[in-house]
């Protein structure tokens, strides 16, 4: 059993920064897919950015890329997501999320099995 638990989220100007950070327990990381999605109200769990185990491949939503940054320390079984120049759309709780299946594509929620609780990132204009 993989326990997540995200933090970092916040309310910030348009053009800020941001650091979320995913903490798992119960089990390490070193070997899983990780993911970020986020969701907005009324709309679908989008993806952001995943990773691979060793963290050399890492993967971006067309919407985030050049913004955000995922990355990992297995050793401290911690995924992280920076996030610069931050705009309104970006408003969404946020989840991370450990690949389970591959049947389908990282990019697709259905993928993930373990999710953490989220946490909410809020962007003014």
């Known amino acids: 059993q993989v326990h997540l638990v995200e933090s970092g989220g916040g309310l910030v100007q348009a053009g800020g920064s941001l650091r979320l950070s995913c903490v798992a327990s119960g089990r390490t990381l070193s070997n899983s897919f990780m993911g970020w999605f986020r969701q907005a109200p009324g709309k679908d769990r989008e993806f952001v950015a995943a990773?691979?185990?060793?963290?050399?491949?890492?993967y971006y939503a067309d919407s985030v890329k050049g913004r955000f940054t995922i990355s990992r320390d297995n050793a401290k079984t911690t995924v992280y997501l920076q996030m610069n120049s931050l705009k309104p759309e970006d408003t969404a709780v946020y989840y991370c999320g450990r690949r389970q299946y591959y049947s389908g594509h990282y990019y697709t929620s259905s993928e993930y099995a373990y999710w953490g609780q989220g946490t909410q990132v809020t962007v003014s204009s």
């Open positions: 990773i691979i185990w060793s963290g050399s491949s890492t």
